[in-house]
């Protein structure tokens, strides 16, 4: 069973629309949880970045939310563009462990006009 | 700044030839990763170096990958030879420090072994 798993596995939405991307994870303890959006051909962004103590994080229309004790986040993405079309990843780092990361699976959303 | 600078920006080889790839991490930024993508496995962190010392090389498949950075604005990371599993894409990344920093992903390499 992975470590990070993400769901749904993809996901379209109209263009406009608000969705939620959920995140469980098993990772214990951890230092940061992370979310990231990887358009096609090109690399990771990272979006957002919340220690085990932040319950939320914005960055534009993205906002992240974390609840540490049911180990669950979840990524709100807010009147979505065609641009947001990409695949989201879910990403712990492990508390003392340098600077290994564990990866979700990542969520594919496609916003159609 | 450029960002991370990845090259060559696609490969094609045959398989049981040497391919290296190259990485110009950020300046200023003290940690490298090398990473790859699949779509079986997603990203896989294959080895990572602080201050031009490799920490963790758990990640790397086996002995035919070796990973170098000589000094804090390269890295390469070689396979020889290599093989059709080795195909997917490569990515190399940059932060300034392990846990906490943010992490800067470079293009990738897309590697595609005959």
């Known amino acids: 069973k992975n470590q990070v798993e993400q769901s749904p596995q993809s996901l379209i939405i109209l263009e406009g629309k608000n969705c939620t991307l959920q995140c469980n994870y098993t990772v214990s303890p951890f230092s940061n949880l992370r979310w990231y959006k990887q358009d096609t051909g090109r690399g990771p962004v990272s979006l957002t970045i919340?220690?085990?103590?932040?319950n939320t994080k914005s960055n534009g229309r993205y906002t992240a939310t974390l609840d540490a004790d049911t180990k669950q986040s979840s990524l709100h993405i807010t009147a979505s563009q065609l641009s947001d079309s990409a695949s989201y990843i879910c990403?712990?780092?492990?508390?003392?462990?340098?600077?290994?990361?564990?990866f979700g699976q990542g969520t594919e959303l496609s916003v159609k006009p | 700044d450029a960002g991370v600078i990845q090259s060559p920006r696609h490969e094609v080889t045959e398989m049981g030839q040497e391919v290296t790839l190259r990485c110009k991490p950020i300046?200023?930024?003290?940690?490298l990763f090398w990473y790859r993508q699949t779509m079986m496995r997603g990203l896989e962190l294959l080895i990572y170096f602080n201050n031009n010392v490799p920490i963790d090389d758990s990640g790397m498949p086996e002995d035919r990958f070796s990973a170098k950075m000589p000094n804090a604005s390269f890295s390469t990371l070689k396979i020889q030879p290599s093989e059709p599993r080795d195909s997917a894409v490569y990515f190399c990344?940059?932060?300034?420090?392990?846990?906490?920093?943010?992490?800067?992903f470079g293009p990738g390499t897309r590697l595609l072994v005959l």
């Open positions: 919340m220690t085990f103590s932040e």
């Open positions: 990344a940059s932060s300034l420090g392990l846990a906490g920093g943010r992490m800067y």
């Open positions: 990403v712990v780092s492990p508390y003392n462990q340098g600077g290994k990361l564990i």
């Open positions: 300046s200023g930024h003290n940690s």
